[in-house]
């Protein structure tokens, strides 16, 4: 009986793809009983089935299995793999009968196709240009300065406030794609860090002063992670432009470590190529955030500051 039913699954397989279909039937003995069913036969029945497994996947995202029955089940692409490491491990101990069928691989990688990864990782991951220094100037007179402290969105406003602060932006940094967006950052694929760089005026505010707003701003003892967001782009850094900035920065942490109990995860390391980010970024909060609420980021102003508006 179970020979019978075999007999019944071979003549009537059919594998269907979106693009080309085949079905064919291997001729069986009518005089076989169920005394040839047996593991020999089953090998090498199932090496005749794993030669017929072709399949056409040009622009494929689905493969289609059905029987004579019209019972569909259907596999996405990503167990394609799968299927294909079961094919090669079947043996085939029959002449082959049908026509061979080229598989199409895609040139875009899968990973990105299934929306992980940075669909531009492939054309502009150039780390010899992301790792290099930030080569903007300041103002004359002023000095640049860059902290992560998780969002950006909320500690630019914090930094907006202070008196000496004479400009502020938003952007990406220490990461390893050139001139990524705020969707590749968001995959956390591309290790950039979502980051405010201060101009600042050294005679009216010191680097020490902006320290203290930035230890006040976030949590430095979680790591990759600010309340709600979670990530390596809303990790705790300072990212120093001077000999100067850096002793300051280690010191301060040194300072700040002995009124915490957990162990401070902030890195400090050199600032380096610093991406501005998309401009409904830059003065979020002041300009309304996604409430429509704007927030004041009037010098010396102590308003609670909302963190998405």
């Not at 793809?17 to 029945?45: D, L, M, Y």
């Not at 080229?102 to 992301?130: C, H, Q």
């Not at 300065?145 to 400009?167: D, H, I, N, Y």
């Amino acid at each position: 009986m179970a020979s019978v039913k075999w007999k019944w699954i071979m003549r009537h397989v059919t594998i269907h793809t979106n693009t080309c279909s085949f079905a064919e039937s291997r001729p069986f003995s009518s005089s076989a009983s169920s005394s040839s069913f047996s593991p020999s036969s089953v090998s090498s029945s199932l090496g005749w089935l794993g030669s017929k497994m072709s399949f056409c996947a040009a622009a494929a995202s689905s493969v289609c299995i059905a029987t004579s029955s019209s019972r569909l089940v259907y596999a996405k692409t990503k167990f394609l793999p799968f299927v294909h490491r079961l094919s090669d491990k079947l043996s085939c101990s029959f002449p082959q009968t049908h026509r061979q069928i080229v598989t199409f691989k895609p040139s875009m990688n899968l990973l990105n196709k299934l929306g992980f990864g940075s669909p531009r990782a492939s054309e502009n991951m150039d780390s010899s240009i992301a790792q290099g220094p930030d080569d903007d100037i300041p103002a004359p007179g002023q000095q640049f300065a860059q902290f992560g402290a998780g969002c950006f969105w909320s500690v630019e406003l914090a930094f907006q406030r202070m008196p000496g602060v004479t400009k502020t932006e938003v952007g990406y940094t220490q990461g390893l794609l050139h001139n990524p967006s705020y969707e590749d950052v968001c995959t956390g694929t591309t290790n950039h860090s979502e980051v405010v760089r201060v101009q600042y005026d050294p005679k009216e505010c010191s680097f020490e002063t902006l320290l203290d707003v930035f230890w006040a701003k976030h949590d430095p003892t979680t790591l990759n992670r600010q309340a709600s967001d979670v990530g390596t782009q809303y990790r705790s850094g300072i990212y120093y432009y001077t000999p100067e900035q850096e002793k300051a920065a280690k010191e301060s942490l040194e300072q700040q470590q002995k009124q915490l109990s957990r162990k401070i995860v902030t890195e400090i390391l050199p600032a380096k190529k610093f991406y501005r980010a998309e401009e409904y970024h830059q003065q979020y909060l002041e300009k309304g955030g996604r409430f429509g609420f704007r927030q004041s980021a009037a010098k010396g102003c102590n308003d609670p500051i909302r963190c998405y508006g």
